[in-house]
């Protein structure tokens, strides 16, 4: 069973985790005001690997006895200078992500929970990819220069998602 520290510590990253989709579906919402279908396909799909990474924990907290509870949530930013400026927020706030996942395995560590810590080793390695992505993308930006947004926005439009099972339950 998950002790009450983890637990609560596990439905705050739940809200990080759906607030972090709510804040991608802001950037897609902003692209695609903008006529870049490309760069607001690829935030849609940003969207939808959080809403996976949420439920994965939602999903986790009931296999180990505990309940995971859906909060308030602050209002995601809705405007942005341009491409980069959207992406270089995302990287910011991947860096904040990794830092609370890293919290969540020092909670774990405290608390003894080897299970958890297992579990958490996932989220750990995706957080390289998310800031690798994040990065990968600006450096993208920074060589197309302004001219070559439309080269870098049809790149984009090829992203895809497959969803795994993120665990008992449904995406
Ligand atoms: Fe769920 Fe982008 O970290």
Known sequence: MISKKLEEAVNAQIQAEMYS????????????SKGLDGFAHWMYIQYQ?????????FNYLFSRGGRAEIREMEK?????DSPRDVY????????????????????????????????NQWYIDEQVE?????Q?????LDLAGEGGIYWVDKEL????FTPTNPGEGEV
């Open 21 to 32: 989709a709510n804040l991608y579906l802001s950037m897609s919402a902003y692209f695609r």
């Open 76 to 80: 995601p930013a809705t405007d942005f």
């Open 88 to 119: 270089e927020k995302a990287l910011k706030h991947e860096q904040l992500v990794t830092s609370l996942i890293n919290n969540l395995h020092e909670i774990a560590i405290e608390e003894n929970d080897y299970a958890f810590q297992a579990f």
């Open 130 to 134: 998310e800031e690798e992505s994040a």
């Open 157 to 160: 439009a090829a992203r895809t």
């Open 49 to 57: 690997e959080e809403m996976f990474h949420a439920m994965k924990f």
């Open 136 to 140: 990968g993308i600006i450096d993208k």
